[in-house]
């Protein structure tokens, strides 16, 4: 048996410690970087994890090689999903970011990739032409179970 | 001729020696103090939150539980409050307030007090609630794209994820001296080494758990590895590995020895660390979970009732 004692100073500490989590999750959430660091794209034949950081700082590529589009402003720096979604739907108007700098009707024949069809290009592509990293000759070299 | 003298009990009153369940729910708290605390450094003020919602609110289940039940209130003796600890320790420290608090209704409800309360849970209340959550929401439970946004000083890459997709050269950063020191991403507090081995070895020497479930389990993980990385070292990963990574130290000393799902006499306590073993490193070269370990205790949680069948012979017979 628990004396009074000790079950005041469980519900004490037990009380502290809500309003600690409480205080903990809405002071100090876990805020992405405005560069990301690595990009998970969930997909189911196996989730690809994309170390965006180490592309960055330690391989020799210039950001406009995959941030393409525009290909001369850093302030056109966005994401990938920005303009090419995951699972855009068919004769969809153009995602909304397009539109801030295009007209809808300048844009509207234009095929946009989808992002796992962007990426796989984007990826492949630029493995195979410098001959590192996964070359896709197999799915698992990049979508791990 | 029977001795008179050898069966002989004195009546009451006895001395008790002092130890009670409660203060053995203590030392295992402050046991897992170091591994918890290194995850604090590692994941900052997100952990703190975790941490402390975990346990606030695995209390308030178990004292709801105990009004609604009618029972006596024993969130003081300090179970609820290890269990809160350990689910906590088990998670990424990004886990959601929502996810965390619906963790420890269910390990409280489903996983203790639906038996009962303490001692009657067939199965270990965290695993039970861990395998419920990462079967309905994988996704929070996922290491490597909860923890996308930290940056470490190390391969952030979860090993056995990466054990398991690209064998054996895609873990050479991890060697035992980085894993022993925490460098690996995992649960808040199932990544240090050392402090995990410590906490067990603490437990055991203060008899809180059983060594032969502890040594039989990290036995049973190390030859049934090393078979596995013999047989094929580039594909699996070796022994020592295995021994460090996910939630195989936490498992041996805060998971598989818990009282009431794990067995009493020696056999079976050796029959179910090394099955749990076993298991684990199907689970995790064979299977299609990164890590078994969860999946293994549970499993010997259930063979547990037929290990304790295993009994010595009775002394003397009825006339």
């Not at chain 2, 499993?299 to 304790?308: A, E, H, I, S, T």
Request: charged share 15%.
């Amino acid at each position: 048996m628990t004396s009074e004692r000790d079950l005041k100073l469980v519900y004490s500490v037990a009380v502290i410690l809500f309003i600690v989590g409480l205080f903990c999750y809405a002071a100090f959430p876990v805020k992405p970087p405005d560069e990301p660091l690595r990009i998970q794209y969930r997909s189911a034949t196996g989730n690809v994890l994309f170390e965006h950081a180490k592309h960055a700082t330690e391989y020799d590529v210039s950001c406009y090689d995959c941030h393409h589009h525009p290909g001369d402003d850093e302030a056109g720096l966005i994401a990938c999903s920005e303009c090419h979604l995951k699972n855009p739907e068919e004769n969809a108007p153009p995602p909304e970011r397009c539109l801030d700098c295009h007209d809808a009707d300048d844009i509207e024949d234009t095929e946009m990739p989808s992002q796992p069809d962007a990426s796989h290009d984007q990826c492949s592509e630029c493995h195979s032409g410098i001959g590192a990293g996964p070359v896709k000759q197999a799915c698992s070299e990049c979508h791990a179970q | 001729m029977r001795s008179e003298k050898m069966f002989i009990v004195s009546h009451a009153p006895f001395w008790h020696n002092g130890s009670n369940v409660a203060e053995r729910h203590y030392g295992m708290l402050l046991a897992a103090m170091p591994a918890v605390a290194l995850g604090i450094v590692q994941y900052g003020l997100p952990a703190v939150a975790v941490i402390a919602m975990s346990i606030s609110t695995a209390i308030f289940w178990e004292w709801l539980m105990n009004r609604v039940t009618k029972r006596s209130i024993t969130v003081g003796d300090g179970n609820a409050a290890l269990l809160g600890l350990l689910f906590a320790m088990l998670i990424p420290a990004t886990t959601p307030w929502w996810v965390v608090t619906t963790g420890t209704f269910v390990m409280m409800v489903l996983g203790k007090h639906i038996f009962g309360g303490i001692g009657g849970n067939p199965f270990h209340p965290v695993v039970v609630s861990l395998m419920i959550l990462t079967v309905s929401w994988g996704a929070f439970f996922d290491f490597n794209g909860a923890l996308v946004n930290y940056s470490f000083s190390f391969n952030a890459l979860y090993p056995l994820g990466l054990a398991k997709n690209f064998g054996t050269a895609a873990v050479a950063d991890f060697t035992p001296g980085n894993l022993l020191l925490g460098r690996q991403i995992g649960g808040i507090g199932a990544t240090f080494g050392l402090g995990l081995i410590g906490g067990g070895a603490y437990l055991i020497a203060k008899r809180y758990i059983r060594w032969e479930i502890a040594v039989s389990f990290l036995s049973s993980i190390f030859l049934t590895a090393l078979i596995f990385h013999l047989a094929a070292p580039d594909q699996y990963a070796g022994p020592m590995f295995h021994l460090l990574t996910g939630y195989t130290l936490v498992g041996a000393f805060f998971l598989l020895p818990e009282d009431s799902s794990s067995p009493v006499n020696f056999l079976p306590m050796l029959i179910y660390g090394a099955g749990a073993g076993v298991m684990t490193m199907l689970i995790r070269n064979i299977g299609n979970y990164h890590d078994g370990v969860l999946l293994a205790v549970l499993l010997m949680n259930l063979v547990n009732p037929l290990l304790d069948k295993i009994r010595p012979k009775a002394l003397g017979k009825v006339a």
